[in-house]
C-alpha cells in the first residue's frame, strides 16, 4: 500500500507541476551600449596606396609628410582604443554613486526613482543585527523540546509559494534577507556581478503577453525587482560569492566578487565604495561580527584575512591556513576547523613580507602550528568524507551545520565545549542527515543556512535535488519539504531575520520565490 501511495503522490505532483505556467517577466526596454570595439589592424596590402611613378621629389617629401602624419593619428587612435577596450575588461575600484550601478544594470529612470524610494523607507531606522542568549531554548526536559518544535512546525507548515520573479539574468551565487518587517526586502547576487534587489509583495506591474493581451495575476512575477552592477566587468570572473548587510543598522549591503574585491553600497548616502582587494585571488566568502567593526574573508588560495574597518585596508591581516579554496567561513569556523581568532592574531609576521596584505605563508603557519603555543590557535577539526561546501553557527553561537559533498548535513551542539575552554574533546556531530548535495557543474552548491531570526526555535533551511525547499530544527525534530509549483532546484536559500513564516529561495535561472502563508499572497 506505501509504494502505491507514493507512486499516486509523485503523480499527483507532476500533474501540479504541468499546469503550473511559467512566470511572465515584465518587458524592459533594451539600451543601446557603447560601442567599444577591439581595435583591428588593416593588412599591408589593403593600405598600400598607388604612387604616381611621375610625381616630383616635391610632391613625393609631401606625399611621405602626410602619410607618416596619418599613420602617427591612427596609431594613437589605436592605442587609446586598446586603452578603452582594455579598460572596460578590468575591476572598479573607485567610489561610484547608485545612478551609476543602476545605468550599467540598464534601469529605466523611473525604475531607479523607485529603487531609491524603497531603499531609504527601509533606512529610515536602524535595524541592528540581533542575536540571541547561548542558552535560549535550552530545557531541563524533552517536553519543553517537543512543545517549541511543535509551535514552529505551526509555524512553518502553511508556507507557500506566494511570489516568484526573474530577479537576476543569471544564476544566482548568494542571497541576504532584508530585517524589515513591513517589506519581504531580499538581496541577490548572480554569476556576471549583478545585485538583484526584490520587493516580493510590492504591487506588481501589468505585463502583455506576445499577443498584447494582459498576463493573468498568477501568471505574473510577483512585486517588483532591480538590478545594479556593483562589480565590473558583467562577465563570469565578477560572480557575486557572498551577500551581508551591515549588522549595525542594515542601511548598506557587503558584496564580495570574484572581480577580487569586497564593496559596501550604502541606501543612505548612495554610494558604492570598496573596502577591500586583493590581486589574483578569488575572494569566496566573508562575515562581518555583529558589532560591524571587522570582516573576515576566505579566498580560493586557501587564505583568511581580517580587516579592521576603522583603518585603512592597507592594514589587512592574511594567515594562508589551507593549500586548497575555502568556500566558506562564519565567525572563524573555517569549514570543517574552529579556529581561535586571538590566537591567530598573536601569530608573528616576516619582517620582509611584501605581499598585500601581509600574510603568514603556509609553510610559515605549519611551522607555527606544530608548535605548543600554535596548537591552540586550532580549537577543533572535524573531517569529513567529502569537500565542505559550508559551515555556519546559529543565532545563539551554540550549535554549528555543515554541508558536504559526501551527501550529508551534520549538526554539532558545541556548548559544552565552549564553556570548558581549549581545545575541543569530540569530533563527533550530535546528527548526520542524509541530503543529496550533488548539485554538479550547472547548479550553485547548496548550503545549509540558520534562520538569524533569535526569537525563535533554531531551524535552517536548505535546498534539495528534488526541486524543493528542505526546513529542519537543530534537533531534526522539524522536517518539511515544499513542492508547490516549483519546477527547478532551489539552490540558494535564506529566512527573514524578524518574521518566523518567511523563506526565500533561487534558481541557477536567476528566478525567485518567496515562501510565506498563503494569506500573504499578492
Known sequence: MARTHGIASSLERAKLLSKAKPIQPKKRIKREKPDIQEPRRQSLRLRREVVDPNESPLKKRKREAEAEKLRQKQEEERFEQEERARQAKKPRHEDLDLSALAEAAELTPKEFSSLTATLQLVAREPQPRRIASRDAFVFDNDSKD???????KESLQNLKVVSRAKVTQERIYSAAYHPEKSKDLIFFGDKYGQLGIWDARAASDEVEDEDGDVTAPENREGGKYWRLQPHWPAASKSSISAVKLDPIDAHSVFTS????????????????REVFAITDTLISSFDLPPTGNEMWISDADGGLTHLDLRQDKAHARRWALSGQKIGCLNNVVVLDRIWDAR???DIPLNPMAERYPLTNELDEMEEYMSSPKGKKALV???????????AYWDPRGRSIVSTSYDDKLRIWDVADELKRGGSFRSSKPFCSIQH??????????????WTPNPDVYPHFTVGNMNQSLDIFSSKVGASFNMYKLITAVQAV???????????????ASGRCVLWAPSSESN
Not at 264 to 269: D, E, L, V
Not at 443 to 448: D, E, P, R
Not at 494 to 507: G, T, Y
Open 343 to 345: 590566537m591567530l592574531q
Open 380 to 390: 577543533a577539526e572535524w573531517p569529513h568524507n567529502k569537500s565542505v561546501s559550508a
Open 146 to 152: 517537543k512543545e517549541e518544535i511543535s509551535r514552529l
Open 257 to 272: 566578487a570574484y572581480d577580487c574585491t569586497i564593496r559596501n553600497t550604502s541606501f543612505t548616502s548612495g554610494l558604492s
Open 436 to 449: 543529496n548535495c550533488q548539485t554538479g557543474r550547472w547548479l550553485t552548491i547548496l548550503k545549509a543556512q
Open 493 to 507: 536559500t535564506c529566512s527573514h531575520p524578524s518574521i518566523v513564516e518567511r523563506a526565500a529561495s533561487a534558481n
